[in-house]
Nanobody, 127 residues
Framework: QVQLVESGGGLVQAGGSLRLSCAAS????????MGWFRQAPGKERVFVAA????????YYAYSVKGRFTISRDNAKNAGSLQMNSLKPRDTAIYYC????????????????????WGQGTQVTVSS
């Protein structure tokens, strides 16, 4: 199994940027699809972005497309989420997630498709 640890959250003004990191340990990170989700207070955890094992394909929620960029470095067992033009509605706890894939690479966009989760990192965007 893989263990995930997020970092890089914090407080930023609207229009600013943050870069979240996800450090993976345990098993070969390149065997896992990866995604980012977020959860605002009192709301469900929702999909933000996903990337396939090789890093060759990405997918974004409509609300962040064009502002956020997901990436991964399998050699370093790490992933990241670059967040630009942040808005107050982006305020949430952000979670890194991973799912082991044995055969085909594909994008995963629901919480049910991920078996491994980090503890989350708080992102707060002030207006």
């Amino acid at each position: 199994q893989v263990q995930l640890v997020e970092s890089g959250g914090g407080l930023v003004q609207a229009g600013g940027s943050l870069r979240l990191s996800c450090a993976a340990s345990g098993r070969t990170f390149s065997s896992y699809a990866m995604g980012w989700f977020r959860q605002a207070p009192g709301k469900e955890r929702v999909f933000v972005a996903a990337i396939i094992r090789s890093g060759g394909s990405t997918y974004y929620a409509y609300s962040v497309k064009g502002r956020f960029t997901i990436s991964r470095d399998n050699a370093k067992n790490a992933g990241s989420l670059q967040m630009n033009s942040l808005k107050p509605r982006d305020t949430a706890i952000y979670y890194c997630a991973a799912d082991l894939e044995l055969l085909y690479e594909r994008i995963h966009t629901t919480v049910y498709e991920y078996g491994y989760w980090g503890q989350g990192t708080q992102v707060t965007v002030s207006s």
